[in-house]
């Protein structure tokens, strides 16, 4: 937040100035609230029937694409919320997915007890990309160093690498994606890097702050697959989930019945190094409160109310200080940082992403290309 600048929240969601960017009509409604009305009014069908003929003909679509192939469609399975409910959804409608998951180190037993409930009760095969250890620690390490924001860029990075890897390889044609318009609506440009898949970003981070190992494991994309990604992919992504009702409260209560599913205690906590991110580096070192996002979100798709969401807001993130050392304990352990090291990190500036190279200006040149084209 800007040192000028006088506090205020959005007098409909709880999206506040801690959003540097935020900006508030004469009836104190933020910017978010009107993006994310426009997103919901794209997807909204004049009545179900419609809705759900154009979710058939989708469904439809991708068995002829997948006509005589082993899998049809791909889909992410992180053990979240999002992801099972879609494992579910899949399953229902007839297509026949490969589940992709990520191994990154970090992964909750509960979410290793949650994805493998679903695999075996849905009956999915599940492809697992394990990355190593020490090279992942390592890239971990090299961008707490480097002071950029998004340190969930990596897991972010490797899921899509390893995605479009493998839809080339079984040649499959669609992506169907875990994200909803419903409950993800909002997030500020400023909260995190895109586009997720800039290697060279995270390769310069890691020239200039990481070990020097070299990096067998963990994927990545050559300038040109960037590019192909990008621009020319033979692929589609599809956010299934906003062609059927998604209200979160109720889905969840529904894989706990039908799947044994075990809930988490907040969004992406299947993970938990997303987890300490969220609920410490990002509030603490970037006054950055992830909450306030997806709680708007639920606002508008109207699933919370404000006064709910304010509730929520006020409850702390860590149930008491001494969870809270035990989790920056853990994670300095885990990162074999000490805890100085750890101080230092959370004590100093924060430094753009842009700072260091990326794929960026490729793609607006190419973008500016294309359009003279």
């Not at 540097?20 to 029937?49: M, P, R, W, Y």
């Not at 160093?145 to 340190?151: A, C, H, P, Q, R």
Request: glycine share 4%.
């Amino acid at each position: 937040m800007t040192k000028d600048r006088e506090y205020q929240m959005c007098s409909r969601c709880v999206m506040d100035t801690t959003d540097q960017d935020i900006v508030f009509d004469d009836k104190g409604v933020c910017n978010h609230c009107k993006s994310a009305e426009a997103k919901l009014e794209k997807i909204t069908f004049e009545n179900i029937e419609k809705r759900d003929l154009e979710l058939n003909n989708i469904v439809e679509n991708i068995k002829q694409k997948g006509k005589g192939k082993k899998y049809d469609c791909i889909i992410g399975l992180s053990g979240g919320v999002d992801s099972s409910f879609l494992a579910y959804k899949v399953k229902k409608l007839g297509l026949r997915p490969l589940a992709v998951h990520l191994d990154n180190g970090w992964n909750s037993e509960l979410a290793v007890k949650n994805i493998e409930t679903i695999v075996t009760k849905l009956d999915i095969d599940l492809f697992t990309h394990v990355i190593d250890w020490e090279e992942f620690r390592d890239l971990q390490v090299a961008f707490i160093k480097s002071g950029v924001v998004d340190l969930e860029m990596l897991s972010d990075n490797a899921i899509v690498v390893s995605v479009y890897r493998i839809m080339k390889k079984y040649n499959i044609k669609t992506f169907l994606i875990g994200t909803n318009i419903a409950t993800e609506s909002i997030m500020p440009r400023k909260w995190f890097y895109v586009p997720k898949y800039d290697s060279l970003n995270i390769k310069s981070i890691y020239k200039k702050f990481g070990s020097g190992k070299k990096l067998k494991t963990f994927p990545m994309l050559s300038l040109l697959e960037y590019i192909q990604f990008h621009y020319f992919k033979s692929h589609s992504s599809v956010a299934l989930l906003d062609y059927m009702d998604y209200n979160k409260p109720e889905v969840l209560i529904f894989l706990q019945e039908e799947l044994d599913y075990k809930p988490y205690p907040g969004k992406h906590y299947e993970s938990k190094i997303t987890r300490f991110y969220q609920a410490y580096i990002l509030p603490v070192k970037y006054n950055i409160d992830k909450r306030k996002a997806h709680l708007s979100s639920l606002i508008v798709s109207k699933q919370i109310s404000r006064e709910k969401a304010i509730d929520e807001l006020k409850k702390p993130l860590f149930k008491s200080d001494l969870e809270k050392e035990n989790e920056i304990d853990f994670f300095c352990k885990k990162m074999t940082i000490n805890r100085n090291e750890f101080d230092e990190f959370m004590s100093s500036e924060r430094i753009e992403h842009h700072s260091y190279k990326s794929y960026y200006k490729y793609h607006i040149n190419l973008r500016k290309f294309l359009k003279g084209q």
